[in-house]
């Protein structure tokens, strides 16, 4: 089978945490064989999930995909991840450059947090029923009332 003019051989493609990937064979569309330029590590991949940049690198531990993340700790304040030691210590680098090591639940747990609150955020702005979409407040009834007023005593 023809490959796609995307899809030839040495053609690259950036996914979305792990770099660039660069294709070494097609088959079909759902097996295109890449190869990541970081690490070298070879896999199978749809060219849907290609294009679209959803290409994860197995040989990297999912730990060090936070690096570069930001979390906020009630005692340093924001902190940036800088690297993930052995299997369970975080380096951290706090808004003065001083490195702070915490272990991985902890800064998962300020992680989760930062996003429930984000989420939290989001959530707020948007009506969650029908009767909060179509409800109105007072100054919006008096401002409707006196635009109202004002074109029937128009013509008048």
């Known amino acids: 089978m023809e490959a796609p003019s995307d899809m030839k051989n040495g053609a690259k493609f950036k996914t979305n945490k792990h770099g660039f990937v660069s294709v070494v064979e097609y088959y079909n569309c759902y097996t295109v064989i890449v190869a990541f330029e970081n690490t070298g590590n070879i ?28 979390v906020e700790s009630v005692k340093h304040g924001w902190l940036t991840i800088v690297q993930v030691e052995s299997e369970n210590i975080v380096v951290l680098k706090n808004e003065q450059n001083e490195e702070i090591r915490l272990l991985l639940p902890a800064v998962q747990k300020m992680k989760d947090k930062s996003e429930e609150m984000e989420q939290k955020k989001s959530d707020s702005s948007v009506p969650a029923s029908l009767e909060q979409l179509t409800k109105r407040n007072k100054k919006t009834r008096d401002v409707n009332s006196i635009f109202k007023k004002v074109f029937t005593d128009y013509g008048q």
């Open 43 to 70: 896999r199978a991949i749809s060219a849907a999930k290609l294009r679209s940049g959803i290409v994860s690198d197995r040989s990297i531990p999912p730990e060090s995909i936070m690096v570069g993340e930001k």
